[in-house]
């Protein structure tokens, strides 16, 4: 919708907005990210998770996340 925010953000540092390398990432605000990358789920752990964390004009941010069962299609937490 047109009402919404996107704010740029730099995930490498401040460095990286005037590299023309490195793509333009946008969040929305009240969104929040998990910024890290793993291959499978035996090496996620909610123990080390990094957040990006957008507030919105209220101060409120809001999201849902998901812990995979680690055996199908099914979630060991969350909505199926």
Known sequence: PQNEKWLSVSIVGEDSKNDPVQPNVLIKEGAIVPLECYSNTEEFSTDSLTLLVSLNEK?????????????????????T
């Open 59 to 79: 101060g409120i941010a809001t999201g849902m996340m998901y812990e995979d069962s680690g055996n199908g299609l099914d979630t060991k937490t969350g909505i």
